[in-house]
């Protein structure tokens, strides 16, 4: 039986942060020279520029309890979709911004949104949860034929792991990026029955390649710390992974109308295209409306899309999303409206 994937809804917090706010946390924080200020000061330009960011939402009222985002995000795919919670099976929180080690964020999540029977639980893989958790349901799908309803939620709050305590250009290496994170909610749907919005999920596949599992972190007491450089080369292996997934569809990667794609930086997603040989339009770069919302960043993206009329039936999607670890994780979509 196919499995269907609904339309995301998604929510921004409303506090904006531009770069020029972001420079002046970390001029505050500086304890450098004049001379030294300018070099960072054009370095963190440089990062901006690269990576396209403009803007940024941040969470800074209250509730800041992810679950809290997550329920809310839940009840209005479900209300969107005119279901009720306890129709639930299963509900999975996709993101790695937690209150508590156990139990599971969903479970909380559950609770609040009244699916008190749905099986509920985490996956933590960084930016690509909510596309494991896709995978993770389709699997369900395919071995319990009691199986009607899943939601996916994220939330992406990153308050206490993000410095603007940033000395020099070698402590800007490893903390810019950082620099370009925001915050997001969502949440989708996925089930035995197609939805109000929403498509047809054809394939998924997912891989590993843990040796890289340094290059990017979130200590539990600490900044986030990435080694850009060397992650950016990790993008080599997106072209292969690609080219699995859409043969598990049964299309060929020219035949994805829109690459709806993880949103580190835009020219990342440039580099992704041209690795491809896709036009440069089928890989949309979104990164400069919202910034890097983590594991929200490819609901987002979609939604996005959605809002703008850029999705139209029959459109092949390829959502995919690349995380610390490293991990990159893919859906094909037969876009139904």
């Not at 250009?169 to 029955?193: D, P, V």
Request: proline share 5%.
């Amino acid at each position: 039986m196919p499995v269907y994937l609904s339309l995301p809804v998604a929510c921004l917090p409303a506090t904006r942060v531009d770069n020029v706010e972001v420079a002046a946390r970390v001029r505050a924080r500086f304890a450098g020279t004049a001379p030294e200020w300018k070099a960072l000061e054009r370095g963190l330009r440089l990062v901006f520029q690269s990576c396209g960011t403009n803007v940024r939402h941040m969470e800074t009222a209250e509730p800041k309890a992810p679950a809290l985002h997550a329920a809310r995000r839940v009840a209005e795919v479900l209300a969107e979709n005119q279901l009720s919670a306890e129709a639930l099976d299963t509900v999975i929180y996709g993101s790695i911004a937690r209150t508590v080690f156990e139990p599971a964020m969903a479970c909380e999540v559950a609770a609040r949104v009244g699916a008190f029977g749905a099986l509920a639980y985490d996956i933590v893989a960084a930016c690509a949860g909510p596309l494991l958790a896709v995978e993770a349901v389709m699997g369900k799908a395919a071995i319990d034929p009691d199986w009607k309803l899943g939601a996916v939620a994220s939330a992406s709050l990153s308050e206490g792991h993000l410095s603007y305590d940033i000395g020099s250009l070698s402590a800007l290496e490893s903390l810019a990026a950082g620099l370009t994170i925001g915050n997001a909610s969502t949440a989708m749907l996925l089930g035995r029955e197609p939805f109000v919005h929403g498509g047809r999920v054809l394939a998924t596949y997912s891989q590993g390649a843990a040796r890289n599992y340094e290059l990017c972190s979130v200590p539990t007491s600490g900044p986030f710390r990435s080694a850009r450089a060397t992650l950016l080369g990790l993008a080599a292996m997106v072209p292969d992974h690609v080219r699995t997934v859409t043969a598990r569809a049964g299309i060929g990667v020219d035949e994805v109308d829109l690459y709806v794609l993880h949103q580190p930086s835009d020219r990342v997603l440039r580099g992704v295209a041209r690795a491809l040989g896709v036009p440069a339009e089928r890989v949309p770069q979104l990164h400069g409306l919202h910034a890097n919302t983590e594991a929200s960043a490819v609901p987002l993206a979609l939604r996005t899309l959605y809002d703008q009329g850029r999705l139209r039936p029959g459109m092949k999607l390829l959502l995919g999303s690349a995380a610390a670890g490293f991990t990159l994780a893919s859906a094909v979509v037969l876009w139904e409206g």
